[in-house]
């Protein structure tokens, strides 16, 4: 395969990556309650973006990888800009009544997105090391272990970094040491409850793409 060629998989891929992570940052602004466990809304798509990051970095690699974490990161930051513009100019007067419904995920989105940037690069670039790394040490094997592992300390890197960021202040410390381990668990948890599908993805792209990269003395440098 030609490295610099751009495939129909990889593309949908990278759209989906982005998306889910644009959409997991307006959903982190709502605390959910199920049962008597607190998640945030986030929970509902966040997972998905580590998935793909096993995949991409699975079948093209960390470099191809990497490519996607940092265009994420821009995009997350594109819609927060676009947020606080969208803020700052004036509501029409028939939308006055809904304008602190409208400021109030946008006008949390800055804090959030900050928190969401560090984390997000943190533990995405841990994933995907961890994956690349685990793949080359195990020859290509054992990658449903890879999945849930480096799941695991990106997540557990992720959660960490973000959710003092972004909530510290604003709940109890308590409650918010147990939104992080909640939020680790129940995110490693879809992962094993979707790995079957991602085994199958992954699988099906290899074959299409015919290809398999292996990072064989690569840097692992972010830039």
Not at 89 to 115: Q, S, T
Request: hydrophobic share 55%.
């Amino acid at each position: 395969m030609n490295s610099e060629k751009i495939s129909v998989p990889f593309l949908v891929l990278t759209v989906l990556f982005c998306t889910c992570l644009i959409a997991s940052n307006l959903l982190e602004t709502k605390i959910l309650q199920i049962g008597s466990f607190s998640l945030t809304a986030g929970f509902i798509v966040f997972p998905v973006s580590y998935i793909i990051n096993d995949c991409i970095a699975e079948v093209w690699g960390f470099k191809r990888m990497r490519l996607i974490i940092w265009l994420g990161f821009a995009m997350n930051f594109f819609i927060a800009i676009m947020g606080q513009i969208a803020i700052l100019l004036p509501a029409a007067p028939f939308w006055i009544e809904n304008e602190p419904h409208f400021n109030f995920v946008f006008g949390l989105a800055p804090r959030i997105a900050l928190a969401s940037f560090i984390a997000f690069l943190v533990g995405s670039f841990l994933n995907a090391y961890v994956l690349s790394r685990m793949k080359v040490m195990s020859k290509g094997r054992y990658f449903s272990l890879r999945a849930i592992a480096s799941t695991i300390v990106g997540e557990g890197a992720d959660s960490i970094i973000f959710f003092p960021l972004a909530f510290g202040g604003l709940m109890p410390i308590h409650e918010l040491g147990k939104l992080m381990l909640l939020q680790v668990l129940a995110k490693t948890l879809y992962e094993i409850i979707v790995l079957p599908i991602t085994v199958r993805v992954v699988s099906y792209i290899k074959k299409v793409e015919k290809t398999d990269v292996f990072d064989d003395n690569i840097s692992y440098r972010i830039f």
